[in-house]
């Protein structure tokens, strides 16, 4: 069977999965045929954001999963940095040396190494739940490489597994609209005011303002206000 053919049919069983644990499953089994045997579907944290209420599928390792959270490994990891701002797939050993290069960030790629996770391909992707999505597969080869077919078949795949989580996790984001007072308030915390200035720019209480950013925050399922920015700008919520 070739990708192509594996490729379309992930396509149109993702249209039959009730539950994000048969869509893991099915990726799993389709990434497999081109060397990946772990993945990660997970929206990418903005600052200081935590990871595990991103993350939308989970094939990591167990024990890296939780090493990687608890050590808050997002922040240092060359991969996930590069993450932020990759428009394009790319492979981890191609993140640029002066995100790759740092301690910290070898210091993750050699414990990766330790659960079999030698080389990886990263499919970045728009998102209506996160500002930056992506779709992180790893192999226990050390320099695995696609082909051009392979590539775009797991692309294909990427995007078409994000866009079945989201209406199987999330169908409410369909939904969100802020309020007028809302897009007040968030766009003034994006030109970084404090809660205090806000209130004395638009005449409400602290309390007020800081009830509108948690609202927002809840709205859009992220734990952070500039998690709330970037989502609302990447959406065209409020103006940049």
């Given at each position: 069977?070739?990708?192509?053919?594996?490729?379309?049919?992930?396509?149109?069983?993702?249209?039959?999965?009730?539950?994000?644990?048969?869509l893991?499953g099915?990726?799993?089994?389709?990434?497999?045929?081109?060397g990946?045997?772990?993945?990660?579907?997970?929206?990418?944290?903005?600052?200081?954001?935590?990871?595990?209420?991103?993350?939308?599928?989970?094939?990591?390792?167990?024990g890296?999963?939780?090493r990687?959270?608890?050590?808050?490994?997002?922040?240092?990891?060359?991969?996930?940095?590069?993450?932020r701002t990759?428009i394009?797939?790319?492979y981890?050993?191609?993140v640029?040396?002066?995100?790759?290069?740092?301690?910290?960030s070898?210091?993750?790629?050699?414990?990766a190494?330790d659960?079999?996770?030698m080389s990886?391909?990263?499919?970045?992707?728009?998102?209506?739940?996160?500002?930056?999505?992506?779709?992180?597969?790893?192999?226990?080869e050390?320099?695995?490489?696609?082909s051009?077919?392979q590539?775009?078949?797991?692309?294909?795949?990427?995007?078409?597994?994000?866009r079945?989580?989201?209406?199987?996790?999330?169908?409410?984001?369909?939904?969100?609209?802020?309020?007028?007072?809302?897009?007040?308030?968030?766009?003034?915390?994006?030109?970084?005011?404090?809660?205090d200035e806000i209130?004395?720019i638009?005449?409400?209480?602290?309390?007020t303002?800081?009830?509108h950013?948690?609202?927002?925050?809840r709205?859009?399922?992220?734990s952070?206000?500039?998690?709330?920015?970037?989502?609302?700008m990447?959406?065209a919520?409020?103006a940049?």
């Amino acid at each position: 069977m070739t990708i192509e053919v594996d490729t379309f049919e992930f396509v149109e069983r993702c249209k039959t999965h009730r539950s994000t644990d048969a869509l893991l499953g099915d990726l799993l089994h389709t990434a497999s045929k081109v060397g990946f045997e772990h993945l990660i579907v997970s929206g990418v944290p903005a600052g200081n954001e935590a990871l595990v209420p991103l993350v939308e599928l989970n094939g990591w390792p167990d024990g890296w999963f939780q090493r990687y959270v608890e050590r808050r490994y997002a922040d240092v990891d060359g991969v996930c940095r590069y993450s932020r701002t990759a428009i394009n797939p790319f492979y981890w050993q191609d993140v640029p040396g002066r995100l790759s290069a740092t301690a910290s960030s070898r210091l993750v790629a050699n414990e990766a190494t330790d659960f079999g996770l030698m080389s990886g391909y990263v499919v970045p992707s728009y998102s209506r739940r996160h500002w930056q999505a992506l779709v992180s597969f790893a192999s226990p080869e050390k320099q695995l490489r696609l082909s051009r077919r392979q590539q775009t078949a797991v692309n294909l795949m990427s995007m078409m597994t994000i866009r079945c989580v989201e209406n199987l996790r999330h169908p409410e984001v369909l939904e969100i609209v802020l309020s007028p007072r809302e897009q007040e308030v968030l766009t003034w915390a994006a030109m970084d005011k404090t809660a205090d200035e806000i209130a004395d720019i638009l005449r409400i209480s602290t309390a007020t303002v800081r009830k509108h950013l948690q609202n927002i925050r809840r709205t859009y399922g992220v734990s952070s206000t500039l998690g709330a920015v970037a989502v609302a700008m990447h959406r065209a919520h409020i103006a940049p």
